[in-house]
């Protein structure tokens, strides 16, 4: 079993905050006035029904999308909108997403080695030590000349959780990681992210698995229809949500 997590405390230094951010495609408002605080440890799980605007957010605070009007800033600094401070931001915060995204026609070792040597200038060699190191944190050091193609589909999601670690990012974002996954293979990726977590990863997660919800994060963060409605820690928010909105959704999911 991954070890417990010891809580964040509320003094820790804020990591990303975002303050009366929108985003609109169209007329279509996805983001309404949302104000976030990550801390730096933190574990925030967002949740809300689909079309909520969980993805977007995540795609905004890496600046695959742009925001209409607010601010986001990392440690302080707005998020840059060009050129190398862009190529640096992008390698602070790493994103693991739904669809593994691994380059099939390269072995998994060269799939986490990449980044760091063609964006970090880490010295060929030197990341494919880092890269051996985490896939043994991942459990899948003898997977490292294997291609992705040879691998079962949580296998492959924990290589792209080691290719994000290979960046050393401040900050994953986790958009649906074990939503494309067979059920025996959830587990085996949650419990990967449960240890990061543990370790003091600061992680943004957009998950439907409650259970991990409960026992990894610091906060539940509830979206509807681009805002958010609930913040709070699992505990309060699972037992005790405060609005209609939230107990519909919880309810829909916990039946499923
Ligand atoms: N590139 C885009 N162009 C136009 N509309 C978009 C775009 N991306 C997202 N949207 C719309 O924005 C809204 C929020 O989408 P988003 O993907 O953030 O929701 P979500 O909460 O992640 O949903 P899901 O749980 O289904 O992944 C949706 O109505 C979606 O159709
Ligand atoms: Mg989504």
Redesign the pocket.
């Known amino acids: 079993m991954p070890s417990p997590r010891t809580p964040v405390p509320d003094s820790a230094d804020v990591l990303v905050r975002l303050r009366g951010v929108h985003k609109s495609?169209?007329d279509?408002v996805?983001l309404r006035d949302v104000d976030l605080d990550v801390r730096s440890g933190e574990v925030v799980v967002l949740l809300?029904?689909?079309?909520?605007?969980?993805?977007?957010?995540c795609r905004c605070v890496n600046r695959l999308e742009t925001i209409d009007s607010g601010e986001i800033t990392i440690e302080g600094r707005a998020l840059p909108s060009e050129g190398r401070e862009l190529a640096r931001l992008r390698a602070d915060v790493g994103m693991v997403f739904q669809s593994f995204n691994l380059f099939g026609h390269r072995s998994v070792l060269d799939n986490i080695t990449l980044a760091p040597v063609k964006v970090r200038g880490v010295a060929r060699r030197e990341a494919a030590d880092r890269a051996r190191e985490l896939l043994t944190r991942v459990g899948l050091a003898h997977k490292a000349q294997a291609y992705p193609g040879e691998l079962s589909g949580g296998q492959q999601q924990r290589v792209a959780i080691a290719r994000a670690l290979a960046m050393n990012p401040k900050l994953i974002l986790f958009?649906?990681p074990t939503s494309a996954l067979d059920p025996e293979m959830i587990n085996e990726v949650l419990d990967v992210m449960t240890e990061l977590a543990a370790d003091g990863m600061t992680m943004l997660v957009?998950t439907h698995e409650m259970g991990f919800a409960r026992r990894a994060a610091d906060r539940v963060v509830f979206?509807d229809q681009?805002r958010i409605l609930e913040t709070g820690t699992p505990g309060s928010f699972f037992d005790a949500p405060r609005t209609d909105r939230a107990r519909d959704f919880l309810s829909k999911i916990l039946s499923h």
Not at 48 to 57: E, I, Q, V, Y
Request: proline share 0%; net charge negative; aromatic share 6%.
């Open positions: 495609f169209g279509h996805v809300g029904a689909s079309g909520s605007g969980k993805s977007t957010l958009d649906e957009v979206l681009g």
